[in-house]
Each structure stands twice: as C-alpha cells, then as structure tokens.
C-alpha cells in the first residue's frame, strides 16, 4: 500500500463515533446530532457544534501545568484532524483563496484525523492522574501545532470545543518553521504529517514522528493508553543497524554476542519512553501496577536469544520497564500490533511503518539513522 500524510481514511473509528468522509468535508461526516425543528415538529439531522466543555480545576482555579513538569506532546493540526479538502484548496487555489474557505467554513468541525485516539487517550490518563494527584502537574500537555494563520484558529477551536478536547497551547506560525517553538515549549514527543520538520526536529533533539492516515484503523483502548516501538534507530541508536547493513546478519550476530554487555546508545525515542516511564511510576507508587493506565511495547524484529539481550540489559541499565517485549525474528510485524491495538506505533523503516497501517494500526514514521539511505519498499532487515 502507498501512505500519505493527506491520504483519505475509508474507514472509521468505531468507539469515537467518527463516520466515515471520503474528500475531509466537515458536512455530513460528523456523527448526526438529532435537532428539534419547531417550526415544523420535525427532525433536523445537520451537524452543529456541541456547546459546553468539561472544566478541569483544581483549588484556586483552572490548572495548566507547567512545561518544565508535563510530558508535552505537540501535534500538528494535519495529524490531529483531517484538513485534506482545505490542503487541496490551498495547494489549487493559493494562501488568500484558503483563508477565505477557512473563514466561511469556521463553524464546520474538522473530523479526527490520526493522531486523535492518541490525544484522547492521553487526556484519559490525565484525568486519572488528576484522581490520584489532584495537586500535580505531572501531566500529559498536549501542544496544538500549525503553520496556519491565526484567521483559521476560530476554526481550530471550535473544532476542539466540539470534541470536548482539552488544548489550551496553540501554536500558529503563519507558515514559519515551529521548531523554535517546540523547543521553547521543551516537547517530549513531536507528531506531523511533514516529514520535513520532522526531520528538522529530530536534529535539534527532539523526538518526533511522521504520521499518516490509513484506509483501515483498528478500534483501539478508551481507557489505557497503549505505545509500541521498534528497538533499532527509535529507542536505541542505528549502531547494530549499521553493521548488518555494511556486513550482513552473520557479522550481525557476532557483533551483538561479542558487545552483549556493553550499552547502546540512545535512539530518538528513547527520552518519550523514558517520559512515559515517569508517569507510569505514579501510579505504581498508588499500588495501580496491574491497572495501570499507561502500557508500553518493544515490537522488534531482532532475535531473542541471538540479539535480544543486549537490548534488554540496555533498558534495564537505564532504569526503563518495558511492559511486553516481542522479538519476532524477522516476522511480520503488523500481525502482533493488530494484536497489541496500539495508539500508535514507532519505527525506521517505512516498510514496517506500511504493513502495521495495512492492519488497521496508525504507525509513524522516524526517519532517523542508516535506512533512510535504503529503499523503504525493500524488505531488507530481517533482525531489526
């Protein structure tokens, strides 16, 4: 299959009750909200805006917490909602035509895109860290990012009203580039459809993915927030990665039994891990160990016994859990994440990025170490 980060979803995600739109129009893909015509006793099915928001408070006021504490996880407004109709207008027709349709369409919600389940899931973490931490702002911080003008931000926050979404950080940069941004905001995870500034920020040290909707999306957890990664170049460094390509995988094996005790370094992602870590052990430290609502996964095509040692004792010496470790041995991997229902799944390699999202998982891509120089098709590693 061929992904794309404007690539249309035919299907849905069923718990969200998101119906189905083939072009990103607003109208008509809404879940229909049934509305009392007065005038003729009938029944009007127009989507319209749902008014009111849950307000999170604490004592002495609304409660934001501060970037230095929150795991802060900024999403580009093409990943958390689906803006294909308006990129089409733009591309065709130019910036002054889109700011116009922007306009005129600002009180039609855009529908979820593929980082929404991810973002919500967040948000139900919080509320029950709120639960057991009522003071705390050791938090999920979710960070809207976009290149829009601030004209289509009435749109943006409408359509976050009208999720019942809680975003209060914006960033619109008026087609700049938001890395300073996100650096400013210290963000934890960065999540796109322009794998261009993903790039950028993980140059500057910042973890981040791009992202892409598939035909198919897998109903996924309302209630824990589930994360998959692949081992090599995301949560380790492409060091191994590097001698199977320049050596093969018998060189692999012998590189990885020989250095079994000696670290790897670290991948991009391994500080979002890290990060998720810190929060899981708030609620372990309630007795929540078995419920905890926060679950994490190395999906890898490495070896157990032949390779899968030295990742293990990596993430012990660092002071990470993982909570499922899969070592497929070059399997298929989308067949274990389909199992798994991940939010969202990380790893290098677009081939593996493709077969997850022909399963139904929303996969994203870090273009980071030595297979970017290797054709995503190719299935070329059978250990990573």
């Not at 957890?221 to 090599?232: I, N, P």
């Not at 905890?292 to 660092?318: D, E, F, M, Q």
């Amino acid at each position: 299959m061929s992904l794309d980060p404007v690539q249309v979803m035919s299907g849905q995600v069923k718990e969200l009750k998101v119906g189905p739109s083939s072009n990103g129009d607003s109208r008509g893909s809404w879940e229909e909200k049934e509305e009392i015509d007065q005038d003729n006793v009938g029944i009007s099915t127009k989507p319209k805006l749902v008014s009111g928001r849950r307000t999170r408070k604490v004592e002495g006021g609304v409660f934001f917490p501060k970037p230095e504490n929150a795991v802060t996880v900024a999403v580009s407004s093409r990943v958390l909602f689906r803006t294909e109709r308006e990129q089409k207008v733009f591309e065709q027709d130019g910036i002054e035509e889109y700011l116009r349709f922007q306009i005129e369409h600002e009180n039609e919600p855009f529908t979820p895109g593929p980082a929404f389940p991810f973002v919500k899931a967040l948000e139900a973490v919080n509320c029950r860290l709120r639960e057991l931490y009522p003071q705390s702002d050791e938090l999920f911080d979710i960070v809207l990012v976009t290149y829009n003008h601030a004209h289509v931000g009435i749109r943006l926050i409408n359509t976050i009203n009208h999720h019942n979404l809680f975003i209060e950080r914006f960033c619109m940069t008026g087609g700049s580039s938001p890395i300073g941004y996100l650096k400013a905001w210290q963000t934890n995870l960065y999540l796109s459809a322009d794998a261009d500034k993903v790039r950028e920020a993980l140059s500057e040290g910042i973890a981040a993915a791009t992202m892409f909707t598939s035909e198919k999306v897998t109903e996924v957890s309302e209630s824990q927030l589930r994360v998959a990664f692949d081992g090599d170049a995301v949560l380790f460094s492409d060091e191994s990665e590097r001698i199977f390509k320049a050596h093969g995988l018998d060189k692999f094996f012998e590189h990885e039994r020989d250095n079994e005790d000696t670290l790897l370094d670290h991948g991009p992602l391994k500080g979002f891990l890290e990060a998720l870590g810190k929060l899981q052990k708030k609620f372990y430290a309630k007795g929540q160990r078995l419920d905890c609502p926060i679950r994490t996964y190395l999906v890898t095509a490495r070896s157990a016994a032949s390779s899968g040692i030295r990742a293990l004792k990596t993430l012990r010496a660092w002071g990470l859990e993982i909570d499922e470790a899969l070592f497929l041995a070059g399997a298929p991997k989308g067949p274990m994440l389909e199992k798994i229902r991940p939010h969202i799944y990380f790893d290098d390699q677009m081939f593996h990025v493709e077969g997850a999202a022909e399963m139904g998982t929303v996969a994203a891509h870090v273009p980071y170490g030595i297979a970017q120089k290797h054709n995503a098709k190719q299935n070329i590693s059978v250990r990573k």
